[in-house]
């Protein structure tokens, strides 16, 4: 019966941990050299969290023991010695069980106690905890130490409470150990525990048959001894180890690929996972292969058939190689696993898998099992069929916050955190690795000491600033949920019906619930969030009120990591340079930029100019012609660029709109000033009206588009030709275009450094092209021109763009002349990002939209 104390002015205790595993035990040691009082609930009667829980055959760590285990403290590591590369869940919890007896943590845990509930009291800003058994608690601080994989999911198959048998779960196995000696045995589920469990299990059963929805990837452990490299890199340099676990993607400290699948060969491709397969790590196989494993489809095929050919050469019978071959995932996009002669199993004459997609379970039996095709008997029956995983143990209290709300009531669509440490609504609740946090997408030992230290770098902190209480403001919470989608919409992930989408539970969410930016970027957002005064936090107590709201993280993840690299080369600024020095900078730079998609053809020519022979490039997609046409005008600032210039973009347009894409040259600057440019895209124009048909183009199906500075000579030539009567223009793209010469706007104050289009290399492309007294004539400034009875304009403008300001005036201006527009803000983007095909993924989106724009305009046209 659970019992919940009254409402003290002082807490019993100032610190309350729920759960005694890893976080638990570091969170208490934590708090109590900092001079925190604690007490920790545990509903086990001994330490060990999912290590004292998860006891099935086989149950092992998945990240070599160098690197899953404490590294807090130097004289631990000195005392403690890993047994092996993976460690058995026995070592793992005699492990804890010395860390609980070398800081004498047991003197506060309460064992055999489970928090039933907890209340938070708005009037005494405490939080009143119920136990069962009683008596309750109450403390300041509420810090859930409930780890990721520790709820069990129900089952849910037809029939399960029927059979007589017996009947055990990997994921609350037995203390005891169980005997399948000669026994019949069923096994339901082939993911983690499934694929430890099943080659023990077979070794003592009489017959063993595995039920399989869905096959997982698997790579061999061949474990054994930790590797003598492994140990000789910590030993030379402890410290320098652990520092790059913690700055690593998944806090282990490996060099990541740099190449993409592309650009390897097939033999260099197979040399890579042949070595990742013989180190036995997740690590190897997840980061060392090719950048792009997590992101692009095509690549990750590359793996997916190497792993298929492998499992099909390691068992015999070729209709159960092929059942184990997963093809409804991209690899990574499930939790991949470790194993130790798992595929073998299946050679065994006494171990049968059934393929439940071809023949699924209709219900469980007094005796056993029944498909649709055919009944088995059993002895016992194993389910291994996971977790309510990152949210589960959570919301599995009844945690209510202000108002009376209930953390499962504000989550019912997905967990809503900031940081994965906190929520709103929700005062002094930590949550330790809680969703939206890296957790199982990393070496967790590394994310769980990061946690707790931040919790207690807080905590010290509000103690020195005379606060009680810290809750996140709405905005950063929201901000920071918007940045973990932007993160994982980037990747493969969200495509695969995994658990890290909430998958497995019926009716749960589905959403991404980890943070899949790396271990690196988060610890850099979450110390950023401390540095700055707590950012997106208000803070409150007797030393007063400190709300310092915002969004810690609103580049796109993508974006940001180009802006960081570009940061670390350290170039000159290319408004350091002359003209000729630009042009060869970028030049080089092109080179090695990714090419963009396939289209059905791509034809140089030349057209006449005013001053002479303008290049062009034409696409033309790989439907049959005639196509609507587009002319393009490149980038560059009137003074760098070519016809080829942004090549990628315009394979991508082609391809993505179905319309042929003309990319024309014109002179630049300083060589040809104003107005050079600007005549010669319209004599382009004019060329190409006259010629649509020559080129494969539609008559009266004739678009214009451009980027930056091609933005402007698009909206310009769009005037013109509407006061020329002709060429007839059905519609204009204007990717962050250049719309007026004003500098004093806010977005060249707010983005005017730091996002590679800044406000003095502008101001360099103003005064290689165009004399002051010029910069507010119309063809320079459109803005300020006549703007009626223009054709249709789709504008897009970047969040993090110096031309932002001047790209949403001119569509409002358009708009209020009368013209169809619509304008497109580019979240998180600058200036550049959206053009960069192949690297900067968050573009494809409004690169999407701006294809769509292109075929809308033709779609309005007659037929």
């Known amino acids: 019966m659970a019992e919940t104390n009254g409402a003290p002015t002082q807490p019993d205790v100032d610190v309350v941990v729920v759960g005694a595993g890893f976080a638990g035990l570091y969170m208490l040691h934590k708090l109590r050299g900092l001079g925190f009082t604690a007490t920790v609930l545990e509903a086990a009667d ?20 160098t690197d899953y285990t404490f590294g807090f403290d130097p004289e631990l590591e000195a005392e403690w010695t890993w047994s092996e590369k993976y460690a058995t869940q026995p070592e793992i919890l005699r492990y ?9 943590l047991r003197r506060d845990i309460r064992f055999r106690t489970r928090a039933t509930e907890a209340t938070w009291d708005e009037s005494s800003k405490l939080w009143r905890i119920g136990t069962d058994p009683g008596p309750g608690v109450t403390a300041r601080y509420y810090v859930m130490a409930t780890g990721c994989l520790s709820v069990p999911k129900e089952v849910d198959i037809a029939g399960a409470d029927r059979f007589r048998g017996e009947v055990y779960f990997t994921s609350r196995w037995p203390h005891e150990g169980v005997d399948f000696t000669g026994k019949r045995v069923g096994v339901i589920g082939t993911g983690s525990s499934g694929i430890q469990s099943i080659p023990l299990i077979a070794a003592q059963a009489s017959e063993l048959t595995v039920f399989q929805r869905t ?3 698997s790579i061999p452990a061949h474990n054994g001894p930790a590797p003598q490299s492994s140990l000789a890199e910590l030993a030379a340099d402890r410290a320098g180890y652990r520092d790059r676990a913690k700055w690593s993607r998944i806090g282990v400290p490996r060099e990541p690929a740099v190449e993409t699948a592309a650009q390897l060969t097939p033999e260099e491709r197979k040399a890579r996972f042949d070595a990742a397969v013989a180190e036995g790590t997740l690590g190897g196989i997840l980061a060392s ?24 050469s390691i068992v015999r019978d070729p209709e159960t190689a092929e059942a184990l071959c997963p093809t409804d995932h991209y690899f990574g996009t499930k939790r991949p696993c470790l194993d130790t002669g798992y595929y073998e199993t299946f050679n065994e004459p006494h171990v049968k898998l059934v393929n439940l997609r071809k023949e699924p379970i209709t219900t469980v039996t007094e005796t056993g099992i029944e498909t649709a095709e055919r009944s088995f008997e059993f002895d016992a029956i194993v389910y291994a069929t996971g977790f309510d995983a990152m949210t589960g143990a959570i919301v599995g209290v009844d945690i209510t916050g202000k108002g009376g709300r209930t953390l499962k009531e504000k989550w019912d669509d997905g967990p809503h955190t900031y940081l ?24 967790m030992a590394v994310s769980i000491e990061q946690h707790v230290e931040w919790i207690a770098g807080c905590l010290t902190d509000m103690r020195e600033g005379g606060y009680t209480t810290i809750e996140p403001t709405q905005t950063a919470e929201e901000g920071w949920e918007r940045h973990n989608g932007d993160c994982a919409a980037i ?34 957002v979450s110390d950023e969030v401390r540095e700055k005064r707590y950012l997106g936090f208000r803070l409150e107590g007797p030393g007063g009120v400190q709300e310092n709201d915002g969004v810690v993280r609103r580049v796109q993840p993508d974006v940001a990591m180009v802006l960081d690299m570009m940061a670390s080369l350290d170039l000159p600024p290319l408004e350091s340079m002359s003209p000729a020095e630009a042009r060869a900078f970028m030049d080089a730079t092109n080179a090695d930029r990714p090419t963009g998609p396939e289209v059905g053809e791509i034809v140089d020519g030349v057209l006449p100019g005013p001053a002479g022979d303008l290049a062009y490039r034409l696409y033309r997609p790989d439907t049959p012609g005639p196509h609507p046409l587009v002319v393009y005008y490149h980038g560059g600032g009137w003074v760098l660029g070519s016809a080829d210039s942004d090549d ?6 082609c391809a993505r709109s179905g319309a042929a894409i003309i990319s024309v040259d014109y002179r630049h600057g300083p060589e040809a000033r104003f107005p050079a440019s600007h005549d010669d895209a319209w004599a382009a124009l004019r060329w190409v009206g006259d010629h649509v048909t020559e080129l494969g183009g539609i008559p009266g199906q004739l678009a214009v588009a451009g980027w930056s500075a091609g933005g402007n000579l698009a909206a310009v030539v769009a005037q013109q030709a509407r006061d020329a009567g002709g060429p007839e223009l059905v519609g204009q793209l204007l990717l962050t275009p250049v719309t007026d010469s004003d500098m004093s706007r806010p977005s060249y104050t707010e983005n005017g450094e730091g996002y590679v289009l800044t406000k003095p290399l502008m101001e360099w492309f103003f005064d290689h092209y165009v004399d002051p007294a010029d910069r507010k004539d119309p063809r320079m400034a459109p803005l300020h021109a006549d703007l009626a009875n223009l054709p249709p304009a789709v504008i897009i403008t970047g969040e993090f763009d110096p031309l932002r300001d001047e790209g949403n005036a001119y569509a409002e201006a358009l708009e209020r002349a009368g013209n169809q527009v619509r304008l497109i803000p580019a979240r998180g983007h600058t200036h550049t990002s959206m053009t ?10 409004y690169r999407e939209q701006m294809a769509e724009a292109i075929a809308g305009f033709f779609a309005r046209v007659p037929a």
């Open 46 to 65: 001994d330490v060990g969290g999912t290590w004292y829980w998860n006891r099935y055959p086989g149950a092992r760590c998945d990240i070599p023991t």
């Open 96 to 104: 804890l069980q010395f860390v609980a007896e070398r800081y004498d």
């Open 215 to 217: 096959p997982n990837f």
């Open 289 to 312: 292969l090719w950048a792009d494993l997590g992101t692009n489809p095509e690549a990750n095929n590359l793996l997916r058939d190497l792993l298929h050919d492998r499992i099909r």
């Open 420 to 443: 994965g440490l906190l929520s709103v609504g929700f005062p002094n609740l930590f949550m330790v690795t809680g969703p939206q946090s890296p957790s199982v997408l990393s070496n």
């Open 491 to 524: 990747t493969l992930h969200p495509t695969a019906n995994s658990w890290y989408m909430g998958a497995n539970v019926p009716d749960k969410p589905r959403v991404f619930l980890a943070y899949i930016g790396g271990v690196d970027a988060y610890r850099a």
């Open 648 to 653: 990628p973009l315009c394979r991508d347009l």
């Open 836 to 845: 960069m095909v192949d690297v900067v993924l968050s573009g494809a989106p």
